[in-house]
């Protein structure tokens, strides 16, 4: 039971251009989300987080959007540098429980 | 500026044997988390600790034991190595259970069990 769910595994974007990763969630009582990165032989590292009672948080090229009706927060990264290459997990909480990953998204940057 | 940090980075088991995976934090955070990262799927929770002593099971805690001696170490012990645990393995750390989004991830253990 998959409650946090990225379905595509790999996305390639061209340096300068936008990069959209999406997440879907199916548990109403997740009100926590957050977006980690991760390197290739390194532990995964927080790059932003929103709250339910927002629909919008940003931190330089980084913006989060969550719509709560559609269970859907994307990722957006503009413009997208070769840097930004990694995978990328969303993952969510509910109050202060455990935190749940989805399976994440390999995003390539293309110089 | 040390971090988390786990040893081994790589390692071969053989079904049955067992061994412990090690896990330092230097930054005196009371919480600890183990997770195990399978090939196409999330991280899943193995266990946690709130601070020395205390520990409690996560989502998949089955197969695995830990301990909480120091605030410093949370070991994760494997006593008779399976298959099924072929996976990478993520030791984290965080200040406390509220700020689980700011908890810092150890590079990872590589483990196969043939």
């Known amino acids: 039971d998959q409650q946090v769910k990225q379905n595509s595994p790999s996305l390639s974007v061209q340096e300068g251009r936008i990069s959209i990763l999406n997440c879907d969630y199916t548990n109403s009582m997740f009100d926590y989300f957050l977006w980690y990165k991760k390197y290739p032989a390194e532990g995964p590292t927080f790059l932003i987080s929103?709250?339910?009672?927002?629909d919008k948080n940003e931190d330089g090229r980084f913006t989060v959007f969550l719509n709560k009706s559609a269970k859907h927060l994307s990722l957006h990264i503009v413009p997208s540098q070769p840097g930004d290459s990694a995978v990328y997990f969303c993952a969510a909480r509910a109050g202060n429980e455990k935190l749940t990953f989805g399976t994440g998204t390999r995003l390539t940057i293309i110089p | 500026n040390a971090g988390v940090t786990q040893t081994p980075k790589f390692r071969i088991l053989k079904i049955g044997q067992s061994m412990t995976l090690q896990c330092t934090q230097d930054?005196?955070?009371?919480?600890m988390y183990w997770y195990r990262q399978d090939p196409g799927m999330g991280l899943k929770l193995i266990y946690y600790s709130v601070g020395a002593g205390i520990t409690d099971k996560g989502e998949v805690p089955n197969g695995y034991n830990v301990s909480r001696s120091t605030t410093e170490d949370f070991p994760l012990r494997l006593e008779l190595a399976a298959p099924s645990q072929t996976s990478v393995y993520f030791c984290a750390s965080s200040a406390s259970r509220v700020s689980q989004e700011t908890q810092y991830f150890g590079p990872g253990t590589r483990l196969l069990v043939l």
């Open positions: 929103i709250s339910s009672i927002k």
């Open positions: 930054m005196n955070h009371n919480y």
